[in-house]
């Protein structure tokens, strides 16, 4: 069982940043997902095992950055530019293969609130 710990939330202004990261162990491709109350879970963007594949919604490209240190054990989302439409409750995920649909992860954490004021 791989457990997942995000952490990074928080409330900040339009065009503001913030850093969520997720500790986690094992040889996983890593995604992070956000969800809005009352709708449908959304891919962000993933990380391979390597790090060297990446992907990003459109939404968010060019203003979110993800990384990963496996030496810490850790995966990162720089958010940049944040709108308000990025509200939501974000989760990151574990799988075995970098995907953008949430069956493509098996394991995932608790969530982080993250609020852009306009």
């Known amino acids: 069982q791989v457990q997942l710990v995000e952490s990074g939330g928080g409330l900040v202004q339009a065009g503001g940043s913030l850093r969520l990261s997720c500790a986690a162990s094992?040889?996983?491709?890593m995604g992070w997902f956000r969800q809005v109350a009352g709708k449908e879970r959304e891919f962000v963007a993933a990380?391979?095992?390597?790090?060297?594949?990446?992907s990003y919604s459109d939404s968010v490209k060019g203003r979110f950055t993800i990384s990963r240190d496996n030496a810490k054990n850790t995966v990162s989302l720089q958010m940049n530019s944040l709108k308000p439409e990025d509200t939501a409750v974000y989760f990151c995920?574990?799988?075995?293969?970098?995907?953008?649909?949430?069956?493509?992860?098996?394991?995932w954490g608790q969530g982080t609130q993250v609020t852009v004021s306009s």
């Open positions: 094992g040889r996983y491709a």
């Open positions: 995920a574990a799988g075995g293969v970098l995907g953008t649909r949430e069956n493509e992860y098996q394991f």
């Open positions: 990380i391979s095992w390597s790090g060297v594949g990446v």
